[in-house]
């Protein structure tokens, strides 16, 4: 199945009031399927910010025949931020000390 058949069945989501306090990525209030909008607001990101990353090869994305179309695979952008470099912030790492001294 290809990624335009979906296209027409991509739901929409709420705001990011709906996204876990913890601002870490949870996708599962998204679908599988994401307009750049839908991305942009799951990634915390400017949608112009989410283009200009696209056109440097920067995120995984798809275009739609034509190239104007751009959509996101929601399981895709979620091991991409998990991949990126920093700190883990998570708060299963917030009450561990520093290496032993």
Same mark, same amino acid.
């Given at each position: 199945?290809?990624? +335009? $058949?979906? /296209? &027409?069945? =991509?739901?929409? =989501?709420?705001?990011?009031?709906?996204?876990?306090?913890?601002?870490? !990525?949870?996708? +599962?209030?998204?679908? @599988?399927?994401?307009?750049? /909008?839908?991305? #942009?607001?799951?990634? $915390?990101?400017?949608?112009?910010?989410?283009? %200009?990353?696209?056109? @440097?090869?920067? !995120?995984? /994305? $798809?275009?739609?025949? &034509? &190239? %104007? @179309?751009? %959509?996101?695979? %929601?399981?895709?952008?979620? /091991?991409?931020?998990?991949? *990126?470099?920093g700190d883990d912030?998570?708060?299963?790492? *917030?009450? @561990?000390? #520093? +290496?032993? #001294?």
């Open positions: 199945m290809t990624l +335009s $058949h979906y /296209a &027409g069945n =991509v739901p929409t =989501v709420g705001t990011t009031s709906d996204m876990p306090e913890s601002g870490r !990525v949870n996708g +599962s209030n998204y679908p @599988e399927i994401l307009t750049t /909008a839908m991305a #942009a607001e799951m990634l $915390h990101v400017h949608v112009e910010y989410l283009r %200009r990353m696209v056109r @440097e090869d920067r !995120v995984p /994305a $798809h275009r739609f025949p &034509g &190239g %104007r @179309e751009i %959509r996101f695979l %929601r399981d895709e952008l979620i /091991a991409w931020v998990r991949a *990126q470099p912030r998570s708060p299963s790492r *917030q009450g @561990e000390s #520093a +290496s032993p #001294a």
